[in-house]
């Protein structure tokens, strides 16, 4: 249980333009996902929280009107990069909040998306 | 001080080698706690939950000390499949539904298992 999935799993654009990325937890519903960026050799940073049918709370630092986040269901959230340019090149991966057999609440990640912006 | 500490290595060990990686956590109202695990360019996976009482999975065991806010994992009998960076994370919430839900990760702490 617990699997979620991001697509697409690497892209390559070109500078300004918008890429979309889609997360979708496959076998849970998920009120609460996270949209996290990770540079080379950097840990993981939080950018922001996406709640299923109400506005994203972004992170310090993060600009909500360049990384929109649409969580239009209880199963979908998506990041949309806009006017991207080099600088926004990473490693961006989403996650899924839930718990498993009464367990404590925790987080699924998606494999990751990998953009690159030429 | 921040919120999740942990040594971020590396640690060069040799294959059937035990290894223990420690953690702390600032704030005393942390409820629950995790361990996971990032691949080189993968994203995070959950290793195992830590309770109260320890817990063992395997040749993993994971045990937490309130009083010192303090969590540790214990690898043994290394596999060169082990060389990971190690996620200590915790969670200031507790069971669904049941107070705040806020997932502070630490920066890491990375295994290397050598032949």
């Known amino acids: 249980g617990a699997v979620v999935s991001q697509h697409p799993s690497r892209v390559i654009c070109k500078s300004g333009t918008s890429v979309k990325i889609e997360c979708r937890s496959l076998d849970f519903q998920a009120t609460t996902m996270f949209w996290y960026r990770q540079f080379p050799k950097q840990s993981l940073m939080l950018m922001a929280t996406?709640?299923?049918?109400?506005?994203?709370?972004?992170e310090q630092g993060v600009e909500k009107d360049k990384f929109l986040i649409n969580h239009a269901s209880l199963t979908l959230s998506t990041l949309t990069v806009t006017s991207a340019h080099p600088e926004d090149s990473s490693f961006y991966i989403c996650?899924?909040?839930?718990?498993?057999?009464?367990?404590?609440?925790?987080?699924?990640f998606g494999p990751g998306t990998r953009l690159t912006v030429l | 001080r921040k919120e999740v500490e942990q040594d971020p290595g590396p640690f060069n060990v040799p294959e059937g080698a035990t290894v223990a990686f420690n953690c702390t956590y600032s704030?005393?109202?942390?409820?629950?706690f995790f361990w996971y695990r990032q691949d080189c360019r993968k994203e995070p996976k959950l290793l195992m939950s830590?309770?109260?009482s320890g817990n063992e999975d395997g040749r993993f065991t994971a045990q937490l000390n309130r009083a010192s806010q303090y969590i540790s994992l214990l690898i043994r009998d290394s596999k060169l499949s082990d060389s990971a960076t190690y996620l200590c994370?915790?969670?200031?919430?507790?069971?669904?539904?049941?107070?705040?839900?806020?997932?502070?990760f630490g920066k890491g702490t990375k295994l290397s298992v050598i032949p």
């Open positions: 996406s709640n299923e049918g109400s506005k994203a709370t972004y």
């Open positions: 830590v309770y109260s």
């Open positions: 996650s899924a909040r839930t718990a498993l057999a009464g367990g404590p609440d925790t987080q699924y």
């Open positions: 994370v915790v969670n200031h919430g507790g069971y669904s539904g049941a107070g705040s839900y806020q997932l502070t």
């Open positions: 704030n005393s109202a942390s409820q629950s």
